[in-house]
């Protein structure tokens, strides 16, 4: 049997010894014979074109967060490279494990400075676990098979295969590798030192005041299970990161919602006054710490996670705790006894309802808040979907106000903060679930960042549910600029288009929502549609997000929504 | 809180694999994480395929955590030590070009021969002076020779070695050699 293949066919082959069934791309000069491949051997694998790279690069996110497996992406050379990047960092950035296959110029031309040759191995380096720029064939397979190792062992994250176009019409005696060997690259999926199981569990049996703080970590380990009989065992509170939404029910009595810059103000009262912390597999960035040397002030901190380098990055660890988080909390479940702590419980169910008092829902007026449609979309999904968010106002009011239950259930760009995320992410994720109800839900900004994406959810028949906050504003920046620019809002109002006609051009089904009343009936029929529906909710405009830590401030100093009807910025 | 003790200035020996771009990596690594790198020397090791560093760095005992720690999440590199409280021998080589004349040549070879520096090369207005030894050797020499009027000069940088029998891994299967400093014994980050 001749097993002679060309750099493109390797390319597929390779693919699908990984067990690739999807691929997000567009073609380009520099990728050509590797598309040309694809469409001469009908390989088994559906490609997805999209309507720019990025979109690409978020799609192979949605699909990596939704379904657990590695998202590929595949670009041209120069611009579509680096059309690449933005997506590549938010990966990089929220450890979302991907493959990105770029062409580049044929090996003559490298360093040229050709049509559309670009350093993507150089500009990627920041932004990718590791990268390979390939010159000659035969390394092809070996890197191919060392990206997938890579991208998805240890901590996740994003690698990037630039493959030059004489490579990928080059042919060569393939066989798949089937060992690597990579001495320098050690994943750390062992389990944890024993002693510092042992520490953890010592500090954690002596809390009066203990706290978890779950993370994406506990998810991508898929330890939900082991978090919450670890919690139960010990009766104590768990919060969540942001990205950690979802590893924990937000309906279960010992949840405390999430942290940090917006979080629960009862949860960050919890934070501030715990004793012991345990943090599992959270980076603890400043978004949930605030200012780092404040965070926490009277606890003892016990840090799990599976990457040394988070140790003591940002704060000062007492017990650091390399390792899986499945592994983990299953050393140190035997090892915690069980326990009670009714007057650190009550202290703060009393916060939360002191919480609850301002909550913007229990003020009435009849204007339509933001926080009303998500707390509508909760009800009318009764939590069972995924939920993709943007970023900016929206995307905190959705953590804040749609109760996940499910793992898996929010996707959102955490770290790096991407506008743009949400529609081509939520195309991924429904791409790699199609059974599965998957709700954009954007601000009517980051919506038209990647708004051009419509056509790829009608192209792939894709039954996308889609809900634009549109309050006229980019709101985040205009709520920065009330609270700390005495409310000169600076390119911040925006010119919007219809976006029900905008839809409509893509023949995608649309309505408005002006009204309150409006809201629960618009949500049940976009979901009765077989198909994808788009609802733009025009809410009241000048609502802003609360609470609220200023950047560099502590938890502890958190802005409170004004107890009145006024919805501006007062206080 | 973000800081822990006082600046300092570690050696470090990493390890990493002799690949296209490591050095990229590794430098691109330094800038990007604001480690503030001093000097830095790299060539082969005694093991093919392996490339040896040796890299001084500024910082406090959690900077140097973070160095080792980031370095290592790199792929191509295997192994990193932080020798500074080891046993060692460090050395450093330059290169010193003095304009030398009839009248004070012999005084400057002889200045030389008192630090076990080497003549490598005479002209009629110049000498090359190579010089091998500890940083502060190397510095003094240099400090004299201005003196002289310096033309040119070209240092390495330092390189490093632990003394005695090698007991820690080193970069060739995938350990990574543990900083011996006592602050990173006890679980304190």
């Known amino acids: 049997m ?44 559906h490609h997805v074109l999209v309507t720019h790279e990025q979109g690409a690069a978020h799609m192979a996110d949605g699909y990596a967060r939704a379904t657990g497996k590695v998202g590929v992406c595949i670009a041209t050379s120069g611009p579509g490279a680096t059309n690449l990047i933005t997506g590549l960092a938010t990966a990089y950035m929220d450890s979302t494990p991907i493959v990105a296959i770029t062409g580049q110029v044929p090996t003559s031309l490298l360093g040229r400075d050709g049509f559309q040759e670009a350093d993507v191995q150089g500009i990627s380096l920041p932004v990718t676990k590791h990268n390979y720029l390939i010159t000659d064939i035969h390394d092809l ?37 089937a060992t690597i060997h990579l001495p320098g690259y ?6 944890p030192d024993p002693q510092a199981v042992q520490r953890a569990a010592r500090l954690l049996n002596e809390a009066k005041k ?28 768990v919060a969540t990161s942001l990205l950690g939404i979802g590893t924990f029910p937000a309906t279960h009595p010992l949840s405390i919602s999430w942290g940090g810059m917006h979080g629960e103000a009862y949860c960050n009262y919890a934070l501030q006054e715990c004793d012991v912390l345990l943090a599992v597999g959270a980076r603890l960035d400043d978004r949930l710490t605030g200012a780092f040397e404040t965070f926490a002030p009277k606890a003892k901190i016990i840090h799990v996670d599976l990457d040394p380098a988070e140790m003591g990055k940002n704060l000062t660890i007492d017990t650091p705790v390399v390792g899986d988080a499945l592994l983990t909390l299953r050393a140190l479940l035997p090892l915690v006894e069980p326990n009670e702590h ?41 939590g069972d979907c995924t939920v993709v968010t943007d970023v900016g106002q929206h995307q905190m009011w959705e953590a804040q106000y749609f109760h996940h239950v499910k793992r898996r259930s929010l996707l959102t760009s955490g770290g790096l903060g991407t506008m743009g995320y949400a529609l081509p992410a939520a195309i991924g994720a429904q791409v790699g679930l199609p059974d599965e109800e998957v709700w954009v839900v954007a601000g009517d900004g980051g919506f038209q960042m990647t708004m051009p994406e419509l056509s790829t959810v009608v192209q792939e028949r894709l039954p996308l549910k889609i809900a634009i906050i549109n309050n006229g504003y980019l709101g985040m920046v205009r709520q920065w600029q009330d609270v700390f620019y005495n409310k000169r809002h600076a390119g911040t109002p925006l010119f919007n288009p219809d976006f029900v006609k905008i839809a409509e051009a893509y023949g995608i089904p649309a309505r408005s929502v002006t009204a309150k009343d409006e809201v629960y009936e618009a949500i049940q029929e976009a979901q009765a549609y077989r198909g994808p529906f788009l609802l733009d909710f ?27 009807h006024n919805l501006e910025a007062g206080e | 809180m973000t800081t822990n003790g006082s600046l300092k200035r570690h050696t470090m020996i990493a390890w990493m694999e002799d690949k296209p771009g490591v050095l990229n990596r590794v430098a691109g690594l330094f800038r990007r994480r604001n480690f503030n790198i001093e000097s830095l020397a790299v060539g082969h090791s005694e093991t093919p395929g392996i490339s040896r560093m040796t890299f001084v760095v500024r910082g406090t005992d959690r900077d140097m955590r973070q160095v080792q720690t980031q370095l290592n999440k790199l792929v191509n590199v295997t192994a990193i030590q932080d020798v500074t409280y080891e046993p060692t021998v460090v050395r450093e080589m330059a290169l010193i070009k003095v304009t030398a004349t009839n009248e004070n040549r012999a005084d400057i070879i002889q200045l030389a021969s008192i630090f076990r520096a080497s003549i490598v090369d005479v002209d009629l207005e110049s000498l090359i002076i190579q010089v091998v030894g500890p940083e502060d050797r190397v510095n003094s020499l240099i400090g004299l020779l201005q003196n002289f009027g310096i033309q040119e000069m070209v240092r390495t940088g330092r390189v490093a070695m632990v003394r005695g029998a090698r007991t820690e891994a080193a970069g060739i299967n995938g350990e990574t050699a543990v900083s011996a400093h006592p602050h990173h014994k006890n679980g304190q980050y």
């Open chain 1, 2 to 45: 001749n097993k002679i293949r060309s750099g493109g066919q390797i390319i597929w082959e390779s693919l699908m010894h990984e067990g690739v069934e999807v691929v997000f791309g567009l073609p380009g000069g520099a990728i050509l014979p590797t598309y040309d491949a694809l469409a001469k051997y009908e390989y088994p694998i």
């Open chain 1, 538 to 564: 025009q809410v009241e405009e000048f609502t802003n997000v609360y609470p609220m830590v200023a950047p560099g401030k502590s938890n502890a100093d958190m802005i409170r929504r004004p107890l009145s």
């Open chain 1, 186 to 191: 050690n994943p750390n999926m062992n389990a």
């Open chain 1, 210 to 237: 203990p706290v978890i703080v779950a993370g994406q970590g506990v998810s991508i380990a898929r330890a939900e299970q082991e978090l919450r009989e670890l919690a139960e065992k010990a009766q104590i509170p």
């Open chain 1, 141 to 177: 397979p070996m890197a191919i098979k060392e990206a997938f190792y890579i991208a998805r062992t240890g901590r996740p994250g994003p690698v990037l295969i630039d493959v030059c176009k004489d490579v990928q019409q080059a042919e060569m005696e393939f066989e798949y590798p």
């Open chain 1, 342 to 382: 009714p007057a650190w419980l009550e202290q703060i169910a009393a916060w939360k309802q002191e919480t609850g008092y301002r909550d913007i829902l229990a003020q009435e007026t009849d204007e339509l808040v933001a926080p009303y449609v998500m707390r509508a979309l909760w009800h009318a999904t009764q």
